[in-house]
């Protein structure tokens, strides 16, 4: 049997373990990614670990999410970032360049690397050819000090495309229907190689989109073979230096085999409020609109921007809605400037927006009360748009355009002759917006505002739990839920005593205090359905927990990134073993757990007791032995500080 392409990459960065079933391996890390909203705590934590230089090929901070400037906090997060950029020989792409991974496809990524990112689309790199993941900001800040990154061994499941997608139909839709097909937990542990006659319709922009939001599939990551799209986008972007051919063996082995053929794709929308509802545009069609926006990481490039601008020229956006457009980075803006698109965006009505994440992470454009917004986005999470009873839908850039002229959502189709766009044979490309490291940092000063607060100690984790059940809640908790995003938090982004008081903030707002009164009372622990953890990579929605006094999350089952999260910071997580212990247990109950230290060493199951009911269940961990003493130590800052003076 030969290699599928996330093996060959998987092999040539094995460090640790060996591939198979059911093992941990660890792989090298050749470049990272981190950005403004989880990458201050990354430089954090660099820090408290004593780091002086990153041991990667290329690391890289972004500035794309922390963008509103109401107050010096974002802007003390900017310069801080800048300076400890320059220190520990980070590459910085300055406020204006354009959304991390947008730009990080375009300038950094590379076939056959392997990337991790303190985002949980990170994987939008694997539209390259490469094995992007996203993780908490802690795995990346040992990867970026040349440690290797731990993964439980995915399945690679090939997902084989045939025929070509038919007019007014995107590359949206091919990941909308792997959510219709899998929902978001379907990929939990694997990765998606997307292969087959199908792929020759895709150009990269487009394939990163489809791994993009493999990330709303619970996947590890999702990557494309390198091949001739691959060399055209590298060349196009002046790096064709840069381009290998990756192509799968003839008689690649998958473990899972899935296929979409392309000719009957229709036009997709996930309806709120989790991105695997999804259904065909046109049940929905007729629902009345009150806002638009295309952008986010996963569809700002330039076609989907040209497209939009072809659609809206000499039209003029619905009286009832409120359109914005994002360009992905500098260049895809630059790019539509040349060339007279961004005239016939200002002129149809649209608001366009700076380069950046924006609406996405609720940085601005709330919906109205109730209203309905179309979003060319990745989550459509309670909340996260900044308005709690708004209706958000996810759906491609050709659906977003028309539905926006006709100020109803609409299936595209209905509209005319789809857009020819004539892609770029070069891009215009400036790098002068990325500062690069001085090989000497020793006269760098770093800056510190008043914002920033390093991370407290943990202690130990104790042999023994007593403590309150302070939340019960149901399946599918996006770590949005646990710990939201917007305007108003993402401020205190490096201060977790005030980043803390919005946890759960938006689903149960005396989950804070109610914390705080079990703090010196044992603490607390949370108990979760399915799913539990899902969406951004956020470490917050871990540390401010645990800042919080939470001893132990117990739940049906974990979503990848924020389980490890959960280690890292020495929160206990356990599943239940019987699902139906979980009706068994309310908010309120006390539970015990005794000799936890030897129950998580010795074997999976540990024995949980409920004071209050008398009664009591088996839970079940699926630890490695690695991360059982990380959990152990107190969390990953722990271990590392461990091993160091060893
Ligand atoms: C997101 O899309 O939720 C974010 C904001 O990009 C997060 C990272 C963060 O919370 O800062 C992600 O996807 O990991
Ligand atoms: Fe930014 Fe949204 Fe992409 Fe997250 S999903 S990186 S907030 S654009």
Not at 608 to 621: E, Y
């Amino acid at each position: 049997m030969g290699d599928s392409v996330a093996q060959k990459i998987l092999k040539t960065h094995l460090v640790d373990g060996e591939i198979g079933p059911g093992n941990e391996i660890g792989i090298r890390i050749d470049q990272t990614l981190h950005q403004d909203a989880t990458g201050t705590m990354v430089m954090l934590e660099l820090e408290a670990m004593g780091l002086d230089r990153v041991k990667t090929e290329r690391s890289v901070t972004y500035v794309d999410h922390n963008m509103l400037q109401s107050d010096f906090r974002n802007a003390d997060d900017h310069r801080y970032l800048q300076s400890v950029a320059q220190k520990l020989g980070i590459h910085y792409s300055r406020p204006g360049n354009g959304i991390c991974h947008q730009v990080h496809l375009e300038r950094f990524g590379a076939p056959g690397r392997t990337l991790l990112g303190s985002d949980s689309h990170t994987p939008t790199g694997g539209g390259l050819g490469m094995i992007a993941i996203g993780a908490g900001g802690l795995d990346v800040a040992v990867a970026a000090g040349g440690g290797a990154y731990y993964l439980p061994c995915p399945q690679i499941v090939g997902v084989r495309l045939t025929g070509r997608l038919q007019p007014w139909v995107a590359s949206k839709d091919i990941i909308l229907e792997m959510l219709r097909r899998l929902s978001v937990k379907g990929g939990f542990g694997k990765i998606f190689e997307y292969h087959g006659p199908g792929i020759e319709c895709l150009d990269v922009p487009a394939r990163s989109t489809v791994c993009n939001m493999g990330a709303e599939l619970g996947a590890t990551t999702s990557l494309f073979p390198s091949d001739w799209q691959t060399k055209k986008y590298l060349e196009a972007m002046g790096r064709g230096e840069h381009w290998q051919e990756l192509l799968p063996d003839e008689n690649a082995h998958y473990d899972e085999l899935l296929e979409i053929n392309l000719d009957e794709l229709v036009p997709l929308i996930a309806k709120p409020s989790n991105p695997d509802l999804v259904v065909p545009v046109s049940e929905v069609a007729g629902t009345k609109l009150h806002q638009v926006c295309v952008g986010s990481c996963t569809n700002s490039s330039f076609h989907d921007l040209a497209i939009c601008a072809n659609v809206l020229n000499g039209n003029v956006v619905a009286d009832n809605v409120s359109m914005t457009l994002t360009p992905g980075s500098k260049n895809v803006f630059n790019e539509i400037a040349e060339n007279g698109m961004l005239a016939d965006i200002i002129n149809a009505g649209a608001r366009i927006l700076e380069s950046a994440c924006g609406p996405c992470i609720g940085m601005g454009q709330a919906p109205p009360s109730q209203g309905v917004s179309l979003r060319t986005f990745n989550r459509n999470f309670l909340g996260r748009s900044g308005t709690k009873d708004a209706y958000v839908y996810l759906c491609s850039p050709e659906v977003a355009v028309v539905s926006a002229l006709k100020g109803e959502i609409t299936d595209p189709r209905d509209w005319g002759e789809y857009p020819a766009v004539t892609m770029p044979e070069k891009y215009l490309v400036d790098d002068r917006m990325i500062i690069s490291p001085p090989d000497d940092p020793s006269g760098v000063v770093v800056e510190r505002g008043p914002n920033i607060v390093p991370l407290e100690d943990f202690s130990v984790t104790p042999d023994s739990i007593e403590s309150e059940v302070v939340l019960k809640t149901a399946d599918n908790i996006s770590t949005d839920h646990i710990m939201p995003a917007g305007a108003k938090v993402l401020p205190f982004r490096s201060n977790i005593p005030e980043i803390s008081k919005f946890t759960y903030y938006v689903l149960d707002p005396g989950f804070h205090d109610r914390c705080l009164a079990l703090k010196d009372k044992g603490g607390s622990i949370i108990i979760g359905g399915s799913n539990y953890g899902q969406g951004s990579s956020r470490e917050h929605a871990a540390i401010a927990p645990r800042y919080l006094g939470v001893k132990a999350v117990i739940v049906k089952d974990f979503a990848r990134i924020h389980w490890n999260n959960l280690i890292n910071f020495g929160i206990v997580p356990l599943q239940f073993s019987e699902l139906a212990d979980y009706d068994t247990v309310e908010q309120g109950d006390r539970l015990a757990i005794r000799n936890l230290h030897a129950q998580m060493r010795n074997g999976r199951e540990v024995q949980v007791d409920n004071l209050t009911k008398g009664t009591g269940f088996t839970a079940k961990h699926t630890l490695s032995e690695r991360q059982v003493a990380v959990l152990l130590a107190g969390g990953l800052i722990n271990s590392v500080k461990l091993a160091n003076a060893s």
